[in-house]
């Protein structure tokens, strides 16, 4: 593969839905770059991988996340440099940087570089004319709250909000999404995002990794959501008692209810991108495009 190019042609979604539902696939994420390393390919053979996989699969939206940079520096401006050449018609999001980045920080300096580094990302993928961007509007560090009585949490949101203003200089309120997250109640985010117009990421197993409902979550917050973030989960047992739920599974592989899902998303009128996150068993990611597919088709069509 190391002296060959991705041959593909330019072409158009070939599942560009009459109520404006796109089915997408991440590339370029951290796990994939740790796998291609482990591989032995070079940057720009993981770069060729990753496009082709997706192409592969006939998707109509490509999400990019740029963490691959952390081992092979500079793939992120060859990949978008690439897209821009063979894929101009494809439908692109993108998954802001969240590893090692936290735009809530109280520490200024630490807050402002993490803000820079997402403006550097939506500058990089600029051409691409991404729909939207997925964010985390929390760290590490915040989902460490176990209190909403915490005397940090509202001066945290209000440097959440004083970053979203600046990262909302280079793209509109309504295209940044922020994603529920397993470790922090989503109350906390909603309040920005409604005073500061913004939309939702709906990620299912994040909901189901937090205990809660993910129907319910649909419904209640359907009018802001524009994209939702989709793989199944599992649960399993260490020694008698401690339950363990792994998320980002192949679809129909685990516990969740995707026909009652899908059911719910064609109830409250869904219109948006769904992206399969599927990071264990990556290699049964056919069969979960084809799965959801259907299910598109059967609910959203």
């Keep these: 593969m190391s002296n060959k190019t991705v041959e593909v ?3 158009k979604p070939q599942g560009k839905r009459e109520k404006g539902v796109y089915l ?3 590339i370029f994420t951290l796990p994939a770059a740790i796998s291609a390393k482990q591989q032995g390919l070079s940057g720009q053979e993981f770069i060729e991988q ?12 490509m999400e990019l996340h740029f963490d691959a940079n952390l081992l092979y520096p500079g793939v992120g401006a060859r990949s978008v440099e690439m897209l ?3 894929c101009r018609d494809m439908v692109y999001s993108v998954h802001l940087p969240f590893r090692y980045v936290d735009i809530s920080c109280p520490i200024k300096r630490i807050r402002s570089a993490s803000v ?9 993928a600029a051409d691409l004319e991404p729909i939207h961007y997925v964010i985390h509007l929390t760290g590490n560090v915040f989902a460490s709250y176990k209190s909403g009585l915490d005397p940090l949490v509202g001066e ?6 004083d970053s979203i203003t600046r990262i909302a200089s280079l793209i509109d309120h309504e295209q940044i999404l922020v994603e529920n997250l397993c470790e922090v109640d989503f109350h906390y985010y909603m309040t920005v995002v409604e005073r500061m117009g913004l939309s939702v990421c709906h990620d299912i197993g994040h909901i189901v990794q937090q205990g809660g409902d993910y129907m319910k979550f649909t419904r209640d917050y359907a009018p802001f959501i524009k994209e939702i973030h989709l793989h199944d989960t599992k649960r399993s047992y260490i020694g008698d008692s401690v339950q363990v739920i792994s998320d980002h599974q192949p679809i129909g592989t685990g516990r969740l209810d995707f026909d009652r899902f899908f059911s719910t998303l064609s109830e409250v009128g869904f219109h948006g991108s769904i992206v399969l996150e599927v990071i264990d068993g990556r290699e049964l990611l056919p069969a979960s495009v084809k799965r959801v597919r259907k299910l598109i088709d059967s609910y959203l069509v």
């Design 84 to 86: 821009g050449q063979c």
């Design 156 to 161: 945290v949101m209000t440097y959440v909000e």
């Design 9 to 11: 042609t330019t072409r």
């Design 50 to 61: 990753q496009v082709q996989q997706a192409l592969d699969l006939n998707v109509d939206q």
């Design 116 to 124: 820079g580094s997402i403006l550097d990302a939506i500058q990089l």
């Design 24 to 26: 997408g696939v991440d």
